[in-house]
């Protein structure tokens, strides 16, 4: 609104276009003068013109013929054009004007204050229309993204019907399962080394049914928040991928800073690094490196006190059209060998206990790093998670 607006002033005469530039220079517009018709157009394809203020009598093209090749263009059919006539003008000639496209006339000769007023009249309505024009894109916008919303919102709830239907689906088996190494743990023939390989199978049937109870909804256990150790975590997570790093030939190496705790519930933490890790492994097929730390925020300046762990490979890393895709649903870069929701399902989680997930990628002539970096904060209670959550919900 503030923007200055384009006036053209059209004669084939200098000192006239002069004499309209000293009557509305008060105005404080931006005032563009052309000395003939055809000069007039280029000036009106060249830029946002508010007001014409034309001659009627010109040489080689009127204003009638300048008002009528304006109206034919659907960019300059709203664009004011006012007639100057020296002429004694009959109401005959009043309604050719209009109907050429004129929108009022000035007769010579001109009141300063009168042409001012005629002008400042059809700028103000230039601006109030370019305002509108605005809004209605600004709306047009807003409309864009709620549609895209409500669609994204139909498709999770899909998505959490059919998740529901197969969690449903594969409890019993579950159930089954856990029975069986249950007595297969209690075998008395059973060595140490069997009974804890059992354990561990145990302990990820127990967290897969912990999924299929989430059914893609993060679903929070019943019971209450414990102490978990990210290092400790990490580490049940790499244990469980062992084969795969020597199956692939891929160097681990662990920089464990802290043993701290922060309160949260461990199968769907797990959920993430198990995620995050074997991401990383899947990158590097013809080897490479796994670098994974832990370390300890203190709650310096600009930090909040937390745990960090970062988990860096060799791969080909992300590219940069996918880097900020990578966090939606539904969006994988591994073709009919991934669903585009484990990163999805890792960056609710995290978000879940006010932590935050970040991918970078560097490059280097010999190759590439990218590192996912996960913050979870020591929080002394999730009680405010929850309540923020139902307060969403709703």
């Given amino acids: 609104m503030s923007e200055k607006a384009n006036i053209l002033l059209v004669d084939d005469q200098p000192a006239k276009l002069l004499t309209y530039e000293v009557m509305l220079a008060d105005l404080g517009e931006n005032l563009i003068k052309a000395g003939s018709a055809k000069e007039a157009l280029r000036v009106l394809l060249k830029h946002d013109i508010a007001v014409v203020l034309t001659d009627v009598s010109m040489p ?17 059919q709203k664009v004011a054009i006012i007639f100057v006539s020296a002429l004694h003008l009959t109401d005959r000639d009043r309604l050719r004007g209009y109907a050429h496209g004129a929108v009022d006339y000035v007769s010579v000769p001109i009141v300063p204050e009168v042409l001012c007023a005629k002008v400042r009249v059809f700028v103000e309505l230039h601006r109030k229309t370019r305002q509108l024009e605005r809004m209605n894109q600004e709306l047009e916008r807003r409309v864009e993204e709620r549609t895209a919303a409500l669609r994204s919102s139909e498709q999770f709830a899909a998505m959490g019907r059919m998740a529901g239907t197969i969690a449903h689906e594969i409890n019993n088996p579950l159930e089954a399962i856990v029975n069986a190494l249950f007595l297969l743990y209690n075998q008395p023939s059973l060595d140490e080394e069997a009974r804890r390989y059992a354990s561990i199978a145990n302990q990820e049937l127990l967290r897969l049914s912990h999924i299929a109870r989430q059914t893609l909804s993060f679903y929070r256990e019943s019971q209450q928040a414990l102490p978990v150790s990210l290092a400790a975590l990490v580490d049940e997570v790499l244990e469980l991928q062992s084969s795969l790093l020597k199956l692939n030939k891929i160097e681990l190496r662990k920089r464990y800073r802290t043993q701290k705790t922060i309160l949260g519930f461990p199968a769907e933490l797990k959920q993430v690094f198990v995620n995050l890790i074997g991401n990383a492994i899947q990158a590097m097929t013809e080897g490479g ?74 490059r280097f002539a010999e190759g590439c790093v990218t590192c996912f970096s996960v913050f979870l904060p020591r929080l002394q209670s999730l009680d405010s998670i929850h309540q923020s959550r139902n307060t969403k919900a709703g």
Avoid at 60 to 76: I, K, N, W
Avoid at 356 to 362: D, E, K, M, Q
């Fill in 60 to 76: 080689e093209m009127s204003g009638f013929e300048l008002a009528d090749t304006v109206r034919q263009h659907p960019r300059f």
């Fill in 289 to 362: 490196c796994l670098a994974v730390s832990v370390s300890e925020n203190t709650g310096g300046k600009m930090q909040r006190k937390g745990v960090r762990v970062s988990i860096s490979d060799t791969g080909p890393g992300i590219n940069p059209e996918d880097a900020e895709r990578i966090f939606e649903p539904f969006f994988t870069t591994k073709c009919e060998k991934g669903t585009g929701l484990g990163l999805w399902i890792s960056k609710g989680i995290v978000q879940k206990y006010e932590g935050t997930i970040r991918a970078r990628t560097l």
